[in-house]
């Protein structure tokens, strides 16, 4: 089933539910407007599916598109870490 067909089916299912589920809307043929509001906005980067492509959790069709310029982008992977618990062990020499 493509994505389109999924979103709006789980619209659907979603209904009623507005504060349990917050459901994002795509932007569609805005991408590259898109993308530079986010590198305007010093943001990570953006995510891009086929609105057409079939569902199949073997093989993942998705892109992400990397803010190149992002200033957070060193020692956040451990800022993730950190904020489950999870501490990276220091390397010894």
């Known amino acids: 089933m493509p994505l389109r067909d999924r979103k709006a089916r789980l619209a659907q299912i979603a209904k009623g539910v507005e504060g349990w589920i917050a459901l994002t809307n795509g932007v569609v043929g805005e991408g590259r407007a898109l993308y530079r509001a986010v590198v305007d906005a010093d943001l990570e980067g953006i995510v891009a599916k ?6 199949n959790p073997k093989l993942t069709r998705w892109h992400k598109i990397l803010n190149r310029d992002y200033s957070q982008r060193q020692g ?4 993730f870490l950190e904020r489950r618990g999870c501490y990276a062990r ?3 020499v």
Not at 76 to 79: C, P, T
């Open 50 to 55: 086929k609105l057409t492509g079939p569902y």
């Open 76 to 79: 956040r992977a451990e800022w």
């Open 90 to 92: 220091k390397q010894t």
